[in-house]
């Protein structure tokens, strides 16, 4: 069993990491500041392969693994998690077009992806079902042409910001079964948004509802199957509990770094405060649980390249242990810088507010808990 990164996973890293130090990480207070990132930023990511991480390569994307993808959310969240987490939706998106959009779609929609020209946005969740994504109300009645699209999308990422969004509709009966997906592009008649959420945290993402009103597609924005639906979206969440994992990683490993900087560098009794034992311990107890989540994330991640028949309950329990991880620390590394802690200027208060979220989206912590139990009871 080797747990060594190969020079390729260490090279994209590295690539990934010093991205974000330049061309993030001194803007993150700002574009939070502003509510909004930059559209400038995405096509730099896209040159560097990231529109498209686990697209394959006959697509036109970089083929990464799993396991490869999540050192490039680790890296880039050690910058700022909320862009992190944003391009990952996007990837998220994308690799369902890859995997379930027809050739003609995907020859039309894909390039512009990649390239991250085409911003994505991932409409599941709905004022009304969060959880249970399969009570979704959301309706697209086939005519002659396409689909009419009626209904609310909750908590979207990108909403009113990004250029298309890949949608979970109502085709059919009530049940997962009458769900499918559909794709829908900014600019299209009867889509509309809500007002800009005003959130605790992952301030620069613009969220809004999406609205539909008697929105028309045609019917080549109809992504696989009809009654699929439910199931392409389901596939995709495993892949961003570990995105989601790696992006609180990435932060922690951040706050830690500049705890440790501010313990050498604060005095109190005439030593710096690094040197007192029982701050030492909260410094150990901290690192030993960050390097826990990190191979419990890796692991997590081999077994869903793998294929492994219980892939989707380590994802599940590695999304679960490492979000809780993640802001256990930061808000430990908060405590530690005292009342400078509380301040912007430190940068550790922003990564308080941006890690509680994702213990509450891509499944919230208990439904993870839900599947690793009945995985339990299953194998019982």
């Not at 697209?55 to 970089?62: A, F, H, L, N, Q």
């Not at 250029?163 to 889509?191: F, H, N, Q, W």
């Not at 599940?316 to 908060?334: R, Y």
Request: hydrophobic share 40%; net charge negative.
């Amino acid at each position: 069993m080797d747990f060594a990164m190969s020079e390729e996973q260490t090279a994209i890293f590295d690539m990934a990491h010093a991205f974000g130090q330049e061309n993030i990480a001194p803007f993150a207070r700002q574009w939070e500041s502003e509510g909004t990132i930059p559209k400038s930023l995405w096509p730099q990511i896209g040159e560097l392969g990231f529109g498209g991480l686990y697209v394959s390569e006959d697509s036109g994307g970089s083929g990464l693994s799993r396991l490869d993808a999540t050192l490039v959310f680790e890296a880039l969240s050690m910058a700022c998690p909320s862009v992190a987490a944003f391009l990952s939706i996007h990837n998220m998106c994308a690799k369902m077009l890859d995997t379930f959009g027809s050739d003609e779609m995907k020859s039309r929609i894909m390039p512009g992806v990649l390239s991250l020209e085409t911003v994505l946005s991932y409409c599941l969740t709905e004022p009304g079902s969060g959880s249970d994504a399969a009570a979704l109300k959301t309706r697209a009645e086939k005519t002659n042409e396409g689909y009419v699209l009626n209904g609310t999308k909750a908590f979207i990422s990108g909403g009113g910001y990004s250029d298309a969004y890949v949608c979970m509709v109502r085709t059919g009966d009530a049940g997962p079964k009458g769900i499918s997906t559909v794709y829908v592009e900014d600019g299209t008649p009867g889509l509309s948004f809500g007002a800009m959420e005003d959130k605790m945290g992952w301030r620069s993402q613009p969220t809004a509802q999406v609205q539909f009103d008697d929105c028309k597609i045609s019917a080549d924005n109809l992504v696989g199957d009809e009654g699929q639906g439910f199931k392409y979206a389901m596939m995709g969440l495993d892949g961003g509990r570990l995105n989601i994992s790696s992006c609180s990683l990435g932060a922690a490993q951040t706050a830690l770094n500049l705890t440790l900087t501010y313990m050498s560098e604060r005095k109190a009794f005439g030593t710096s405060i690094d040197q007192f034992q029982g701050l030492q311990f909260r410094l150990a107890d901290m690192e030993i649980e960050l390097q826990a989540a990190r191979v419990f994330l890796r692991q997590a991640a081999w077994k869903l390249d793998q294929g492994a028949p219980d892939a989707s309950k380590h994802c599940a329990m590695a999304k679960k242990f490492v979000t809780e991880a993640g802001s256990k620390i930061v808000d430990q590394c908060l405590q530690l810088h005292g009342g400078y802690g509380y301040l912007a200027d430190y940068g550790i208060e922003k990564l308080v507010r941006d890690l509680r979220v994702h213990q509450i989206l891509e499944g919230t912590n208990e439904i993870m808990r839900v599947i690793v139990a009945r995985n339990m009871l299953a194998a019982r």
